[in-house]
């Protein structure tokens, strides 16, 4: 099974700002990552896949980035909206996995 | 407008059943593959299985094997997840998810399965 860590686990960070989350894979998972994005009591939103393609109605201001085993999520000027937990998933070996998260919150 | 509801969850005894559903609308739903994940206190976010468009496919992780059946009735846009043998461990909210080239594109609201005495 792969491995995936994200780090940090929390990003305090201040509105407007620049957000840059991490996302490890324990082996080659080429570009076969997705991000989700989850606010308290709703479902995960998928924001990205194929490591940098943004997803339907997802802001020019969320990007991705890295292949293989090393991948950021960038989120260029923080807005009130996106304070929430970040998830990286792995699609390319059974069984899917996902990291364990990375809360951004308010600084 | 993809619509995901899922159903089913409840309070259950260990070692008990449930079988949880999910209805889908606003795409043609047996063209798609679909999962079905989980979110629990002690390993976050997992995905637990998934089925081909035609369910002729099917694939699961290890922890569910042989407890857990997924199945589809593209006849009424519905999916479904037997769960049998529950443990405490399997307490958690569970999502359906409509895949597009393996990526989970939409999901529902889910719904909550707790396992305790």
């Known amino acids: 099974e792969i491995v995936m860590t994200q780090s940090p686990a929390t990003l305090s960070v201040s509105p407007g700002q620049r957000a840059t989350l991490s996302c490890r894979a324990s082996?080659?998972?080429?570009?076969?990552l997705a991000w989700f994005q989850q606010k308290r009591g709703q479902a995960p939103r998928l924001l990205m896949y194929?490591?940098?393609t943004r997803a339907t109605g997802i802001p020019a201001r969320f990007s991705g980035n890295g292949s293989a085993t090393e991948f950021t999520l960038t989120i260029s000027s923080l807005q009130s909206e996106d304070f929430a937990i970040y998830y990286c998933?792995?699609?390319?070996?059974?069984?899917?996995?996902f990291g364990q998260g990375t809360k951004v919150d308010v600084k | 407008e993809v619509q995901l509801v899922e159903s089913g969850g409840g309070l259950v005894q260990p070692g008990g059943s449930l079988r949880l559903s999910c209805a889908a609308s606003g795409f043609t739903f047996s063209t798609h593959w679909m999962s079905w994940v989980r979110q629990t206190l002690g390993k976050g976010l997992e995905w637990v299985a998934n089925?081909?468009?035609?369910?002729?496919?099917?694939h699961y992780v290890d922890s569910v094997k042989g407890r857990f059946t997924v199945s589809r009735d593209n006849a009424k846009n519905t999916l479904y997840l037997q769960i049998n043998s529950l443990r405490v461990e399997d307490t958690g909210v569970y999502y359906c998810a409509r895949d597009i080239h393996s990526v989970h594109e939409d999901w529902g609201q889910g719904t909550l399965v707790s396992v305790s005495s």
């Open positions: 998933q792995q699609y390319n070996n059974w069984p899917w996995t």
């Open positions: 082996q080659s998972i080429s570009s076969d």
């Open positions: 194929r490591s940098s």
């Open positions: 089925i081909r468009d035609d369910g002729g496919v099917i």
